[in-house]
């Protein structure tokens, strides 16, 4: 019976889930975009509040995008053609909505991917060295790393790139390519998230090493060090893991002002100008994106989880 609902949840629950959770992306951001005051034939030609376009002009660009239909209809055309794959063309650009998120996409997987790392070296860094020197190395730990939980990613990043692009000339202004043009972004999404990290990891380490293998280990001559490292640290991973799940997704949100602020092209920087230009089908691919990099970092979590304690498997049938 525990096999059973086992791979019911495994194989029914998480799709089911994966799928509400899409929809409610597709629908908030259909709503939202629909609730903004202000007319969105406008924002079509280019004019803003203050176009003049004739009545003739206005009534065939509501014909044409299906604005002249009741809001409900348009709700479920756009339900309907994201079913079957159409992510449709974005108002703004002009292009398929899919060939725009192919184009930016890579260089926002870079620097999630290199955020993810420095955060994570910069929080296991400053776990382990502080980590068993007291209280006081504990309390300066334990310190900084709220503090930089704490800290704005567009004033963090104006700092960075007054002190390492502006003053000192390491890194280029914006719009850098190659690794020096992703050193400071990922920075200035690393730092936060490895304030977060820390803290996690930190209690979930002092736990650790208050376990039984832990005083086995001591006692067969093993130094704190190699205690921390090599024998509690492994334990105490699960629970940053799963914040990193989390993190990928937050990360891909937090682009949004990152990748404006350093002028570098990504999923982020095109979600912004597709807001700002009203563009529902590119909106709504850029949401479901990441709404889908939630679900899927979070199957991959779970995998990792089993492969890190190897006791989390899937009940067998007896």
């Known amino acids: 019976m525990t096999a059973t609902v086992a791979r019911l949840r495994r194989y029914g629950v998480r799709p089911a889930g994966a799928a509400l959770v899409l929809w409610a992306a597709a629908t908030v951001t259909f709503l939202a975009l629909h609730l903004v005051p202000g007319d969105p034939v406008l924002v079509l030609l280019g004019g803003g509040s203050g176009a003049n376009p004739t009545p003739e002009t206005i009534a065939a660009i509501r014909h044409a ?59 296991g860094a400053v776990v382990l060295l502080s980590t068993g ?10 310190g900084l790393e709220t503090v930089a939980a704490g800290l704005p990613h567009f004033w963090l990043g104006v700092v960075l790139l007054y002190v390492f692009a502006f003053r000192l000339g390491w890194f280029p202004v914006a719009g850098g390519t190659g690794i020096a043009g992703l050193v400071l972004p990922a920075l200035t999404l690393a ?35 190699a205690v921390r490292a090599r024998r509690a640290l492994r334990h105490a991973l699960l629970p940053p893991l799963t914040l990193s799940g989390w993190a990928v997704g937050a990360l891909f949100s937090s682009e949004v002002v990152v990748e404006s602020v350093f002028a570098r092209q990504g999923i982020g920087r095109a979600l912004l100008n597709a807001v700002l230009a009203r563009d529902l089908p590119l909106v709504t691919g850029i949401v479901l994106l990441i709404a889908a990099v939630y679900v899927l970092v979070d199957l991959a979590v779970d995998l990792l989880h089993a492969v890190v304690d190897p006791r989390i498997r899937t009940p067998r049938e007896l």
């Open 65 to 123: 995008y299906g604005l002249d239909q009741p809001l409900y209809a348009q709700y479920l055309h756009h339900i309907g053609r994201l079913v079957t794959g159409d992510l449709g063309v974005s108002t703004s650009l002009k292009e398929p909505v899919a060939g725009v998120i192919t184009q930016q996409l890579p260089a926002t997987i870079e620097l999630t991917a290199l955020a993810l790392l420095f955060a994570w070296l910069l929080a």
């Open 191 to 225: 730092v936060p998230l490895a304030g977060y990290l820390g803290q996690v990891t930190r209690g979930a380490l002092l736990t650790a090493l208050e376990q039984p293998f832990v005083t086995s280990a001591r006692l067969r001559g093993m130094s704190s060090a």
């Open 133 to 142: 020197r007291g209280a006081l190395g504990r309390a300066l730990g334990s």
